[in-house]
């Protein structure tokens, strides 16, 4: 679903949080993309590098914020996956506000993670899956993160499977 939204442009200027070794990233810059990534693993950005040797790879841990080298930059997507979990909910909204800055009029923020649409799913999985439950990640609820953002924002969750899904964020 990201990879299909973000090819929806052609040439998409694209910003990858937590690209890792760079799985999808690749296939969008194999697309035609124009790809900026941020990873805090200089390993994975080793990696992904030689997939990508044209793209712009930046070694920074996102939970600090947003790295100097791209505060003026515009993209047409920013995306992300399975990475903001790591940002506790406060944060998350912080974060995705910091990112909204970052996107041309049009532009989208695509967050695929394991989340839930509502707290009572979020409470229900929890309660099934007691014994495998990583307490230590923060997965967002939907419906909580959609409360925090104001109507600066459209907003629109896409369920993938019983706890995971794409939120995906434009300006208004």
Request: net charge negative.
């Amino acid at each position: 679903m990201i990879f299909i939204q973000a090819r929806e442009k052609d040439n998409a200027k694209v910003l990858d949080i937590g690209f890792g070794t760079g799985i999808l990233t690749t296939q969008l810059y194999n697309s035609g993309c124009n790809i900026t990534g941020i990873d805090f693993s200089s390993n994975m950005i080793d990696i992904a590098k030689q997939k990508m040797p044209n793209a712009t790879l930046i070694n920074w841990d996102f939970t600090k914020g947003l790295p100097y080298e791209i505060r003026n930059y515009k993209f047409d997507y920013i995306i992300s996956t399975y990475a903001i979990h790591h940002l506790k909910d406060k944060e998350k909204v912080d974060f995705i506000k910091s990112l909204s800055t970052l996107l041309f009029e049009k532009g989208k923020i695509l967050i695929g993670d394991i989340s839930f649409e509502t707290s009572s799913e979020f409470e229900k999985s929890k309660e099934k899956y007691k014994e495998y439950w990583d307490n230590d990640e923060v997965y967002f609820i939907a419906e909580e993160i959609k409360k925090d953002l104001n109507y600066k924002y459209f907003y629109e969750y896409t369920k993938i499977s019983h706890c995971a899904g794409v939120l995906t964020i434009s300006n208004r």
